[in-house]
């Protein structure tokens, strides 16, 4: 069965579908590689449940292995947690300590015993240790795989044995070796182009690095990013108390994580909570999971809505206010939204901090005045050219240039607040900032009007 | 003069605006050196503009260099527009080539000619040939730095020859050595890790990997990031039509530009338009910026709010008609949202693309019902609680239903068409969503009301 080019076929999943059902380990592997990360991933997206559950199982170890690298690994979470336990232990075995621990911490559905005890015991004794350790950790995030050697060993003799282990190698990526002192504690890094430099019979103690930069066990992610930032390493090694080393942090590992922490993050932002949704997943849980945030913000929004309730004479007599509630509403949330990202920006950077609270605000206010003035005016004419009421425009004119300052002030200072109580500030300062200046701008452009309702009717 | 530790200073800008004045600057370097990248950070942004506008040229040009590493790119650029070029030019010698182009290209309102001018010639030339291709393509990205050998070349020389240029070594941060053939072309790429492994006397040929993969000048950002993604290279030779090397792509490089622009799409995405705003940039720069989005925003609104304006007379015939058109445009909002962010993630990790627009608006129609339904329900009864009218909390409910499916629909389908039209999903999408939902949301609400009038009043 020759598979016409991946171009030319309309429906690709179809392809995979039959040769699911046939079958063939090979030529199911073969198709599957032919794809490219990108189609790939979208294949498996639009399989039929049945056929998904088939896939892992349907392809060798380290072929499964190879597929979970390129699909996003909330797809690959969804087809492990259909896998047998077998099946999920065949996988792990093909991958490095710190993906294994990762993906057994991440599988919710899934009996992480039943896995481990069909694993090598060596291998499953490794992946205990590190999902003991926090995942936001450099315990959690740290290989185990290292290569030591004692200071007094010649630098010739390490190459020998680099060469011995030269398969093992190309798993690891090794960029360093570590040195260790007579107690087992870390004494010095040897990275691999000083080696190369190294004359054949100097023990690596004297070409080493001294006294490396190590990272404590229970370094945060926010700590390794920092640390990655400042220095130019690939990897640094993990140790306990007594300096002795448990393993090593990649800086592509750290990258990743972060990038993960980021993406969460933003999803969270846009209401998507309890972790990355595909359209893949069954739609009652997908459902459920995007209620949680609307359900919530049912609530938010009467309360805004209530100062409204709280003036219908005042709208029954000028009818049009009703028109520019929405619209006050929605500008103001524009500008508050920019002053949020600035402040989520210079947070990330590092340039303000918490206690800067009344500096942002200070900054915020200038921004403020000027853009509430220019706004101001615009809706201000707009509202008198449209509803022919000069008034109208003044009062709807004031109110979103007052409102524009309290929402970059509230924009600009939520999230340094929420960070110094240590809350998260991408999930909270939206609905924060839009509940506050909802009620501040309907109750500005509604308590305006009743004062200068003569002039309105 | 001893300073106290960072931790007992309580406004450490105030030290840096001393030492600035002093002029010392070795004092001034071991300060911030001391600092750590974010209080450095914190500390630039909080000079006033003329301490700041000194600190570049009272560093040595090497210190200099350092400082933009671990300020944010936004920073760094406002310090070198305010620079001398003789300034730019002494700090931009001490960068990467790739660096010294990415700096110059984003400088708006500096002579890159002058800077050029005071380059050694050789540093300039190749900023030139750098800066002459794209900013987001291989040429643009690349560094023109590489080390590259003959493949007769026998190992023993080739790491000989390193040694010699060990002091370079440690800024190239070598990971591959270079092969090419008699005509010049690229043949083959060396892992250092192969060279430490070769025995002394074979000519790197031999143990060099053949037919390396290559990028060519033109690929794009986003095809670098694929190629990074599925392959697990830390750097990749770029090479021009007649397969001739011009340079080397690395990972972090691309790491570094891909972040960047997820970046300014997200704060795009939030109303922050024209490039990132720092709060120390001036303040009518920073408000004009501002108000591109808002400006063209209120358009938008108006154009949604006039639906409201052509049922005023069902507006002034229930007034509370009035409370209920916000919550039922942020709850729409609200749920559109959520469509968005799933679109944009699953054309980010390439699970859909721009032709499965229907496959996505099937799944989301799936969701829309029944989350139309649970949040329909949860508007009526919180509307017919609170007014004590059935019929009013019918018609919001009802409305809010039908809203969800349109809010969903439109939300998934919008990224994936401006995708098809090569416009950027992530700006447009959300002030689409929104227009079109509020519209839609207010009609819905009150057409509903007008046809139900007799037993709402």
Known sequence: MTEPPIEEVDRPWEVLERLLDAGDREQ??????????????????????????????????????EL???LAAAQGREMLEHSAPETVAAILEELGSDEQADILNSLEQVDAEAVLERMAPEAAESVRTLTSYPSDTAGGLMASEFLTFAATTPAAEVIEELRRQVDEMDDLDVQYIYVNG?????????????????????????VMIKDPK???????????????????????????????QLGVV?????????????????????????????????????????????????????????????YQDT????????????????????????????????????????????????????????????LGMLLAGTAWLWQGNAMLGAVVGCALAL???????????????????????????????TTLTDMCGFFLVLSLAASAMQHLT
């Open 28 to 65: 199911l592997a073969s198709y599957l590689t032919g794809l490219g990360a990108s189609d790939a991933a979208r294949c498996i997206d639009r399989l039929d449940e049945e056929h998904r559950d088939l896939v892992l199982a349907s392809l060798e170890p380290e072929k499964a292995a």
């Open 214 to 244: 190590t990272i404590a066990v229970t370094a945060t992610l926010d700590e390794l990013v920092d640390v990655f930032e400042e220095t130019g390493f690939l990897g640094l090694p993990v140790v306990d108390e007594a300096h002795r």
């Open 315 to 374: 709208l029954s007599a000028v009818i049009a206010l009703a028109v520019f509630l929405p619209i006050i509403s929605d500008m103001s949330g524009c500008s508050g939204n920019q002053a949020v990202a600035v402040s989520m920006r210079e947070l990330t950077l590092g340039i303000v901090k918490p206690v800067d609270v009344f500096y942002v605000w200070r900054k915020e206010l200038a921004v403020g005045v000027l853009n509430g003035i220019v």
């Open 403 to 433: 409102n524009t300052l309290v929402a970059v002030s509230i924009g600009g200072a939520v999230p340094l607040v929420l960070k110094r109580f240590n809350m998260d500030p991408a999930l909270a300062s939206g609905p924060i900032l």
């Open 68 to 70: 979970l690298d390129v």
């Open 250 to 310: 990649h800086r592509s590992d750290i990258d990743d994580a972060w990038d993960e922490r980021a993406e969460m993050r933003r999803l969270k932002a846009q209401g998507i909570v309890g972790g990355e949704e595909l359209r893949s997943m069954a739609v009652w849980r997908r459902s459920y999971r995007r209620l949680s945030w609307p359900s919530v913000n049912i609530l938010l929004n009467v309360l805004a809505a209530s100062v409204i309730a709280s």
């Open 182 to 206: 007579d107690d087992g504690a870390l004494v010095g890094a040897l990275p691999l182009r000083n080696l190369v430099l190294a004359r054949s019979k100097r023990p690596i103690g004297e």
